[in-house]
């Protein structure tokens, strides 16, 4: 029986694995066609500063499945980077935020506003990234200064000497960089601190434990502490209470971003916060 038992475990891993596969190709193919027929949209999660001013946003790309909804990004990010399809993606991404920079420099209200965008490692790894960015950002007559770009320390880790060559000519067009989900990755802090940054971004996973977890306060006052150090700019992602807004404020940190303050909202209901700031 026992043979019997491993074979017909074996059957229902090999199904399990087929269905898996079938699910990715399907997803794939949607998420081509997707890209091609524009079904994403961007969403944007107001950041403020230690006076409660509204000061920017984050840029958080949402797809609109013609049958399954609205996606967040954990529903089809990982497979679109998998398949090298986050880099039209990407683009389109850095397109659609450019031209919302260009039209808040339109309006007093907005025009001092800063765009965070993500950019993820193999759309970074682009021989042309640079120069696509550049172009984005001239084509709709943005403002460098007002994009802000949020790696990761695996952009980093894949090329270093290419990192620091893209991050530096980015830098001097005006684009500022922030390292995001901070503390999170694995690679020596002495590299890190040599990369041309401008913030550092508390990774959500540390704020959640504020401010009872000791460990966590721990973290983010030395996050915290660092940036001060370093003379960089600190954003701590996830607040979720006024809890832990009060103990980031009290320990130094410069801007917050969180459900708390306001969750990641299409750009009329950004618009219409924007007013009440
Ligand atoms: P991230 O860059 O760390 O973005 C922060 C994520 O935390 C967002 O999730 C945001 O909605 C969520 N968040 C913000 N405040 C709170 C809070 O108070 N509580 C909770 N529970 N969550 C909060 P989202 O939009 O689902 O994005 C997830 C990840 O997907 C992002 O993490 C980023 O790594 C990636 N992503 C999102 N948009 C883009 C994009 O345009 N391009 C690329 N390459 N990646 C993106
Ligand atoms: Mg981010
Ligand atoms: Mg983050
Ligand atoms: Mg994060």
Known sequence: HAKEDG????????????TELTLRTILETELRIGIEKCEFVLFYQPQFNRENQLIGAEALVRW????RGLLAPADFI????ETGLIVPLGQWILKSACKQLALWQEGLESNHLVLAVNVSARQFAQ???VETTLKALELVKAPPEKLKLEITESIVLDD?????????????AGITFSLDDFGTGSSSLSYLTRLPLDQLKIDKSFVDGLPER?????VAQTIINMAKGLDLHVVAEGVENT????????HGCDAFQGYHLGRPMPIALFTTVLSVY
């Open 7 to 18: 074979r017909n475990a074996l059957r229902f891993f090999e199904v399990a694995m087929q």
């Open 64 to 67: 609109q499945h013609p049958t």
């Open 78 to 81: 990982k497979v679109a980077e």
């Open 127 to 129: 021989k042309d990234f």
């Open 160 to 172: 270093i000497s290419d990192a620091f060559m893209k991050m530096g000519s980015l830098k001097n």
């Open 214 to 218: 000791k460990q966590d306060a721990l």
């Open 243 to 250: 809890e832990q807004l009060t103990f980031l404020i009290h």
